[in-house]
């Protein structure tokens, strides 16, 4: 195929595309494929010659949606959406025209210049001071771990690049239970380590317990290690946990330590003033992240992380080997600087669409309709006898569980989950909460309607009574 036929294939993709969406309500949200299925039709060897468009076109329509997950499906309810707004998927498409390496300001000014004017449209939309930079990375994981080795770095006082960490003392990391596994593994990978990454207990709201992190950091200073930062969360994967930041905050600023907050779902509905409860204090971080790329409407990937003082992580990661080296350096940004990947994607172009395609207004509306849908359908649960809800609803997000008489309620969940989800017309997952098996359901896909929601009622009440209720598995 020839750049000059772009546009013959490109139509007849969209003529794909068009049909999917026309049919995706009545598709299976999760795909009903067996392992091994896909694989086993195609062939084992890489083809040595050139096969035409035509066919490939052709054998991706048999082989590939029957294996799809649809993400995209307005009752999917599992996990957090991962959406992908019709206006962001067009910039997307152009973006992948493009396709330029946004790496420094000059190989491509407009992907830098257009990415500081989204992060300081967002910091306005979310009411973040004037003064907070940012940079758009491809997930919070990559956020987290950029701001677990500026915590390393400052703590070392920029000394751990150089030396390693084998001859420094042992640096701590706090956090709450509740905090998303991505944590964990950017402890691993900045070779602070799982062990020093220290769970703090939280109260009975699941919120770090200040007085636990006070006694926390005072041992380990008796101990001779180094507190080096606290990694907060507003809206946890579980169960949607949000710590109560100002006093944490405050035992940070005594301390020294440097504090990012993990607000990678939830924080796409801080665009929404009267839901900023749950973060109250989130300014006096030094680092936050959210994903644009889940409730708010951008295609994966794209995640905002905004910073008070970028220039703590421009020196943990700005690497500016000679060939990287551009002329007037001290009056732009060069955003490599800021991240791990030295190669960028130009992300900010499906921002810049989304914002003005739908406004903040058509944006807050739609989290709005479903933070109000999913508390509806938590109280027709709560008021079906053979249900219990385990979580109330942060946000969107709510868990439950299947409670019928004389069942085991972990078993009766679990089978209830695997019966909704081998029958397709929705979609969810599960968490562990206190040792206890629960339902997860989050509202949130772009085009989900309160019908959409409230089917998620019927389905599960009629599965529940299908159920094998006992432990039979
Ligand atoms: C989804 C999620 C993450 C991980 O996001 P990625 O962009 O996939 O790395 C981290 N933290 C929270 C709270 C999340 O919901």
Same mark, same amino acid.
């Given at each position: 195929?020839?750049?000059?036929?772009?546009?013959?294939?490109?139509?007849?993709?969209?003529?794909?595309?068009?049909?999917?969406?026309?049919? /995706?309500?009545?598709? &299976?949200?999760?795909?009903?494929?067996?392992?091994?299925?896909?694989?086993?039709? @195609?062939?084992?060897?890489?083809?040595?010659?050139?096969?035409?468009?035509?066919?490939?076109?052709?054998?991706?329509?048999?082989?590939?949606?029957?294996?799809?997950?649809?993400?995209?499906?307005?009752?999917?309810?599992?996990?957090?959406?991962?959406?992908?707004? &019709?206006?962001?998927?067009?910039?997307?498409?152009?973006? !992948?025209?493009? *396709?330029?390496?946004?790496?420094?300001?000059?190989?491509?000014?407009?992907?830098?210049?257009?990415?500081?004017?989204?992060?300081?449209?967002?910091?306005?939309?979310?009411? /973040?001071?004037? %003064?907070?930079?940012?940079?758009?990375?491809?997930?919070?994981?990559?956020?987290?771990?950029?701001?677990?080795?500026?915590?390393?770095?400052?703590?070392?006082?920029?000394?751990?690049?150089?030396?390693?960490?084998?001859?420094?003392?042992?640096?701590?990391?706090?956090?709450?239970?509740?905090?998303?596994?991505?944590?964990?593994?950017?402890?691993?990978?900045?070779?602070?380590?799982?062990? !020093?990454?220290?769970?703090?207990?939280?109260?009975?709201?699941?919120?770090?317990? &200040?007085?636990?992190?006070?006694?926390?950091?005072? *041992?380990?200073?008796?101990?001779?290690?180094?507190?080096?930062?606290?990694?907060?969360?507003?809206?946890?994967?579980?169960?949607?946990?949000?710590?109560?930041?100002?006093?944490? /905050?405050?035992?940070?600023?005594?301390?020294?330590?440097?504090?990012?907050?993990?607000?990678?779902?939830?924080?796409?509905?801080?665009?929404?003033?009267? =839901?900023?409860?749950?973060?109250?204090?989130?300014?006096?971080?030094?680092?936050?992240?959210?994903?644009?790329?889940?409730?708010?409407?951008?295609?994966?990937?794209?995640?905002?992380?905004? @910073?008070?003082?970028?220039?703590?992580?421009?020196?943990?990661?700005?690497?500016? &080997?000679?060939?990287?080296?551009?002329?007037?350096?001290?009056?732009?940004?060069?955003?490599?600087?800021?991240?791990?990947?030295?190669?960028?994607?130009?992300?900010?172009?499906? =921002?810049?669409? @989304?914002?003005?395609?739908? %406004? @903040?207004?058509? =944006?807050?509306?739609?989290?709005?309709?479903?933070?109000?849908?999913?508390?509806?359908?938590?109280?027709?649960?709560?008021?079906?006898?053979?249900?219990?809800?385990?979580?109330?609803?942060?946000?969107?997000?709510?868990?439950?569980?299947?409670?019928?008489? !004389?069942?085991?309620?972990?078993?009766?969940?679990?089978? /209830?989950?695997?019966?909704? !989800?081998?029958?397709?017309?929705?979609?969810?997952?599960?968490?562990?909460?206190?040792?206890?098996?629960?339902?997860?359901?989050?509202?949130?896909?772009?085009?989900?309607?309160?019908?959409?929601?409230?089917?998620?009622?019927?389905?599960?009440?009629?599965?529940?009574?299908?159920?094998?209720?006992?432990?039979?598995?």
């Amino acid at each position: 195929m020839k750049y000059a036929d772009y546009a013959k294939w490109t139509n007849r993709a969209t003529q794909w595309i068009e049909t999917h969406f026309a049919t /995706l309500r009545d598709k &299976p949200v999760r795909a009903q494929t067996q392992i091994g299925e896909i694989a086993a039709r @195609l062939p084992a060897s890489p083809p040595e010659h050139a096969t035409d468009m035509e066919t490939i076109i052709a054998d991706f329509e048999h082989i590939v949606p029957d294996g799809i997950t649809h993400w995209q499906h307005p009752r999917f309810f599992a996990y957090f959406q991962s959406n992908a707004a &019709p206006a962001s998927m067009i910039a997307e498409q152009l973006t !992948n025209a493009i *396709a330029a390496q946004c790496m420094l300001w000059q190989t491509s000014p407009a992907a830098t210049e257009i990415e500081q004017v989204m992060i300081d449209w967002f910091r306005q939309a979310m009411a /973040l001071p004037d %003064g907070f930079k940012g940079v758009i990375q491809d997930s919070a994981s990559s956020a987290t771990l950029s701001a677990v080795l500026t915590m390393r770095e400052r703590a070392t006082g920029f000394t751990g690049n150089d030396t390693g960490l084998s001859t420094q003392p042992r640096l701590r990391i706090y956090c709450s239970e509740q905090v998303h596994s991505s944590i964990d593994k950017a402890c691993w990978v900045a070779g602070i380590g799982q062990d !020093n990454l220290i769970k703090i207990p939280t109260n009975s709201a699941y919120q770090m317990d &200040p007085a636990a992190l006070q006694s926390a950091i005072t *041992a380990d200073r008796a101990a001779g290690h180094t507190p080096a930062g606290v990694i907060l969360c507003t809206g946890g994967t579980s169960i949607g946990a949000c710590d109560d930041l100002p006093p944490v /905050l405050a035992i940070s600023r005594a301390e020294d330590l440097y504090t990012h907050l993990d607000a990678a779902w939830a924080g796409s509905a801080m665009i929404c003033p009267e =839901l900023r409860d749950i973060w109250v204090g989130a300014e006096n971080c030094d680092s936050i992240v959210f994903n644009p790329h889940k409730w708010l409407g951008a295609n994966f990937d794209c995640s905002i992380q905004f @910073l008070k003082d970028p220039d703590i992580q421009r020196r943990t990661m700005g690497l500016r &080997p000679s060939y990287l080296e551009t002329p007037q350096a001290s009056e732009i940004t060069n955003f490599n600087e800021w991240t791990v990947p030295l190669g960028r994607r130009f992300r900010a172009l499906k =921002l810049w669409f @989304l914002v003005r395609a739908y %406004g @903040l207004e058509g =944006l807050r509306e739609r989290m709005r309709n479903h933070v109000k849908w999913a508390q509806e359908l938590e109280a027709k649960l709560a008021a079906h006898p053979d249900f219990t809800i385990t979580t109330h609803s942060r946000l969107s997000l709510f868990t439950f569980q299947h409670t019928p008489a !004389n069942a085991d309620p972990n078993t009766a969940s679990a089978n /209830l989950l695997q019966k909704i !989800n081998d029958d397709g017309r929705i979609y969810l997952t599960q968490t562990l909460h206190n040792g206890a098996f629960v339902i997860r359901f989050v509202a949130g896909q772009f085009d989900c309607t309160r019908d959409d929601v409230m089917l998620a009622y019927d389905v599960i009440t009629e599965l529940a009574n299908s159920a094998p209720t006992g432990d039979q598995s």
